[in-house]
Nanobody
């Protein structure tokens, strides 16, 4: 079992930045690829970013590419999502997730992820 707890969400003006954190506990964090997903009100959950076990492979959704960075600190059992130049359409609940199967080549599919956090709300005002 892996327990994931997100933090760092909040209200920010358009053009601002936020850094989300996801702290993991339980089984060996470095065995997992990590992903960030988001779900806006009334919409399906969508992929945001994913990172391999050692941080060597990262993928981003086109909607956040160039504005966001996913990185991890395996010594601290934490994965981060730094988001810059935020837009109102970035408003959503952001979830981190852990995937024990695709640890070398992280998946963009939420079905691949075994463990999920409770989410943190990000609201970007225009």
């Amino acid at each position: 079992q892996v327990q994931l707890v997100e933090s760092g969400g909040g209200l920010v003006q358009a053009g601002g930045s936020l850094s989300l954190s996801c702290a993991a506990s339980g089984r060996t964090f470095s065995s997992y690829a990590m992903g960030w997903f988001r779900q806006a009100a009334g919409k399906d959950r969508e992929f945001v970013a994913a990172l391999s076990w050692n941080g060597g492979v990262a993928y981003y959704a086109d909607s956040v590419k160039g504005r966001s960075t996913i990185f991890r600190d395996n010594a601290e059992n934490t994965v981060y999502l730094q988001m810059n130049r935020l837009k109102p359409e970035d408003s959503a609940v952001y979830y981190c997730a852990a995937d024990g199967e695709s640890w070398l080549n992280p998946s963009r599919l939420d079905d691949s992820y075994d463990y999920w956090g409770q989410g943190t709300q990000v609201t970007v005002s225009s």
